[in-house]
């Protein structure tokens, strides 16, 4: 019988081995997932849950109210979606648009990405966590004038990062890049500091980006 225990923030199968914490990576998907719908315009709901499907899987100590979908849950969870509910034209194309978005073997496969350029993509900041671009710098930290979310500058441009390399897989990543995409007045020096402390530099002077 597979299964897993947890303690805290830490997951370990049943021999007692440490495993990868999947709401953490669910957290990061959403995150990433979020990131992507707003920079396409593209206004829909997010529900995230882990599913595990295997019949005789186990899961000890797990907080009910996490987003955990477990075997015996299953049948009654899919019931929330009616197979044959109608769906919307327009949702329908937002849904390929997605798809195009679809990973097979860790690369993505070209011929599926939708057609778009740097120049159609929202340029900005969103807030992490209400998604407005109505945000300002205070001190360390940029702050939303909407929700009040306070988030450090350094973990801000390393998600601006994160986006930037997702949605621009073919341009470089350099400190004007990451400037210009996240259109904050951010200290260039920081950002620099930022890009040298995470990533590989490459190139010199002028011709300067980072890996």
């Known amino acids: 019988m597979k299964g897993y225990y947890i303690e805290g923030d830490r997951w370990y199968s049943k ?3 440490e495993v990868k914490n999947p709401l953490i990576q669910l957290k990061r998907s959403e995150s990433l997932l979020r990131q992507v719908l707003t920079r396409l315009y593209i ?3 997010i529900e995230s849950r882990v599913v595990f499907v295997y019949p005789g899987f186990t899961l000890y100590n ?5 987003p955990i979908i477990l075997p015996t849950q299953l049948t009654a969870y899919m019931k929330k979606f009616p197979a044959f509910e109608s769906i919307p034209s327009h949702l329908i194309e937002k849904m390929k648009t997605l798809a195009g978005f679809h990973i097979r073997n860790s690369d993505v496969d070209k011929k599926l990405i939708p057609s778009y350029t740097y120049e159609d993509l929202k340029k900005g900041t969103p807030c ?17 004038t909407l929700c009040g979310h306070l988030e450090n500058l350094r973990n801000v441009i390393l998600r601006l990062v994160e986006e930037y390399k997702l ?6 990543i350099t400190v004007t890049a990451i400037k210009e995409w996240g259109e904050l007045d951010i200290n260039t020096r920081r950002i620099l500091r930022v890009l040298k402390s995470h990533m590989e530099k490459m190139g010199d002077k002028r011709y300067t980006y980072y890996k």
């Not at 407005?132 to 940029?142: D, T």
């Not at 949605?167 to 470089?172: A, G």
């Open 15 to 17: 021999s007692g081995v």
């Open 43 to 45: 206004n829909l709901p």
């Open 62 to 66: 797990a907080d009910p109210n996490a």
């Open 128 to 144: 992490a966590k209400c998604h407005s671009f109505s945000l300002r710098i205070q001190g360390q930290k940029l702050k939303c």
């Open 167 to 172: 949605l621009n897989p073919h341009r470089t």
